[in-house]
């Protein structure tokens, strides 16, 4: 049984076949999958653009614990960035969480997050109405600004840039 600090990539991925066939949220007739690459940035060069790449970065609320000292600390600021793009029939996902460091160890190594379902219906969900929008030209009538924070307001430790691997490199969501 994974705790909720665990990084469950299968979550994710099952996650997002449920609202895709059980609840249609693309029902356009194409077939989408979802991917993970751990090294992606939010870099889409002219030539990426051309083949229709698009980069969907949303900020969630999640658990990590160290893999050393197994501390175990929540977030409200974890980033997922989604690279995502329809050719033809076929859509492709590609997503990528960012980890956080543990302030304890201080050992510069990026624990990766756990979600809960909700959290990860709710990051999908959005990325859905981005992929409508841009792949699909359906505009949806709620335009929000992409932060989980409007679903529910969790109060958290502030968020500490230095042990962010988002942040670190320049695409994190901390407020300015």
């Known amino acids: 049984m994974s ?38 940035t939010n870099i889409v060069t002219k030539e990426e653009r051309k083949r ?16 050393s000292c197994s501390k175990i600390w929540p977030s409200a600021r974890v980033v997922v960035l989604f690279r995502y793009r329809l050719r033809g029939d076929r859509g492709t996902v590609i997503m990528r ?3 956080q460091a543990c302030r304890r160890c201080q050992d510069d190594e990026f ?17 859905f109405r981005k992929i409508r929008k841009n792949c699909y030209e359906d ?22 840039a230095t042990l962010c691997q988002a942040c670190i490199m320049g695409i994190c969501c901390q407020d300015d």
Do not use: M
């Open 52 to 67: 229709g790449w698009k980069i969907y970065s949303h900020c969630a609320y999640g658990h990590f614990q160290c893999g």
């Open 97 to 99: 969480p960012f980890g």
């Open 111 to 127: 624990d990766l997050p756990g979600f809960s379902k909700k959290e990860v219906e709710e990051a999908l969900f959005r990325l």
């Open 139 to 160: 505009e949806d009538d709620d335009d929000d600004d992409g932060s989980s924070a409007s679903s529910t307001k969790v109060w958290t430790k502030p968020h500490e």
């Open 3 to 40: 705790r909720s600090t665990d990084w469950v990539p299968s979550l994710w991925k099952d996650t997002f076949e449920e609202l895709l066939y059980d609840d249609n949220e693309l029902d356009y007739g194409d077939q989408w999958s979802l991917n993970f690459s751990y090294s992606q």
